[in-house]
């Protein structure tokens, strides 16, 4: 299969995944949401000057670039594409699968008029900068190293509907428990651990596995008593030596691991705190209340459910990098939501519906391929079918506007995840 060929089926597979979205949307709209997946695929980027010079439509770029931003402001675009990727993905998420929802930030060093810019901590230097909050949630299988995109969220504190960070997480969190049915198991790091999210996450019957601080209370034997207490007096049943990824970069640890039955106080719902002690000076403490056997296995289990988190890092890179999200330049707060929404469709095309698929794997080998990559193909492969994607796609036309009417589900999408 030459290059050209590979283009041009993957020029295809866009426009079939852009049909999941057909159906909730009007055919301009839909025809819109296909112009951007294959730009933001082709140019790697979100400046709408660069998406319009992608699709080469055969009238001026400005043209292209006055379109893309009039459809770019429709309202509630960005909740209706991230229910239909949580949807999608639903199919994958099983009652163990992991769903790892992590806070983020996109910063706007030298950004002035950009509507409500508010004060973020730059998550990469860990100082405070001008910028927006955002999420992202993707699901993935414990001890799995592919994970699937479902949920990207922006919003400012600043703007007028924004109410708390708690609220924009649990919205999230709700989208995805519906569509999943309430599967999977919700993993967040210590920022989860305030009884805003424990509450509902209980009232919803969700499973949860959270990072504490140290300095919540919990019952222990019917006493109300400090975690950062019950941690360092836990017994370490078990210990382990593990290696530990970091910047590509591997490090062993020798770490123990224990566990104690607790409740919240004011809550009638058996918890349990997990103590991981070796990764630094300070113990690792999970609350949780996903069943926890007192046993290598059991304890293991959460111990690895947790670790699976660290991967999001890799994701937000990813997503950040390959698509310049903090690239936007965007003077409407409503363009912004959506735009973030639409990197999180392209980065599920790449993830899920290409990466994802046994009969599409052929596609991704000619795209990883081409990828110019001097040490090859990295375990986390979604760079490098990002790259070559891209290159492929710059050296054909933009997406014929056909049928926008949604496709059935072919059996290629109903085949396992490669691991």
């Not at 997946?37 to 140019?43: E, K, P, T, W, Y």
Request: charged share 25%.
């Amino acid at each position: 299969m030459n290059r050209t060929q590979t283009a041009l089926k993957i020029r295809d597979q866009i426009e079939r995944f852009s049909g999941i979205f057909s159906p909730h949307f009007s055919k301009p709209q839909s025809r819109f949401i296909a112009d951007m997946l294959f730009g933001i695929q082709a140019s790697q980027d979100t400046r709408l000057s660069e998406i319009s010079r992608a699709l080469d439509e055969p009238i001026e770029t400005k043209k292209t670039e006055e379109r893309l931003c009039r459809h770019l402001a429709v309202e509630g675009m960005d909740q209706r594409i991230n229910e239909q990727i949580a949807k999608h993905a639903s199919r994958r998420v099983h009652r163990d699968t992991l769903i790892v929802v992590d806070p983020t930030d996109i910063r706007k060093r030298y950004a002035r008029r950009m509507p409500y810019l508010a004060r973020i901590r730059d998550g990469s230097t860990g100082q405070p900068a001008d910028g927006y909050w955002g999420c992202v949630a993707l699901a993935c299988e414990p001890g799995k190293r592919r994970a699937i995109p479902l949920h990207q969220r922006l919003w400012s504190s600043k703007a007028p509907d924004f109410i708390s960070e708690n609220e924009q997480l649990l919205q999230i969190i709700s989208t995805i428990a519906i569509a999943t049915n309430k599967r999977g198991i919700y993993v967040i790091d210590r920022g989860g651990d305030r009884n805003k999210l424990y509450n509902p996450l209980l009232d919803m019957n969700l499973r949860f596995l959270i990072r504490l601080v140290g300095t919540r209370h919990l019952v222990y034997r019917g006493r109300k008593r400090l975690a950062r207490t019950l941690a360092e007096n836990c017994p370490m049943s078990y210990a382990d030596s593990v290696l530990k990824e970091h910047h590509g970069q591997q490090k062993r640890y020798r770490i123990e691991y224990g566990m104690r039955p607790v409740k919240l106080p004011g809550r009638k719902a058996q918890l349990y705190l997990v103590v991981i002690k070796g990764f630094g000076a300070e113990p690792i403490m999970l609350l949780t209340n996903v069943e926890v056997k007192k046993t290598r296995k059991g304890l293991w289990d959460i111990l690895e459910a947790y670790t699976a988190r660290w991967m999001v890092e890799e994701i937000i890179r990813f997503i950040k990098q390959s698509y310049r999200l903090e690239n936007m330049r965007l003077l409407h707060y409503q363009r912004l939501r959506n735009m973030t929404a639409l990197v999180l469709a392209a980065a599920y095309f790449s993830a899920r519906w290409m990466g994802g698929s046994l009969k599409l794997q052929v596609l991704c080998s000619h795209a990883t391929s081409i990828s110019r990559r001097l040490l090859g193909v990295p375990d986390f492969h979604y760079y490098a079918l990002a790259d070559g994607i891209a290159r492929l796609l710059s050296r054909i036309p933009r997406i014929p506007h056909r049928s926008t009417n949604r496709p059935k589900d072919s059996p290629q999408l109903l085949l396992p995840i490669a691991t």
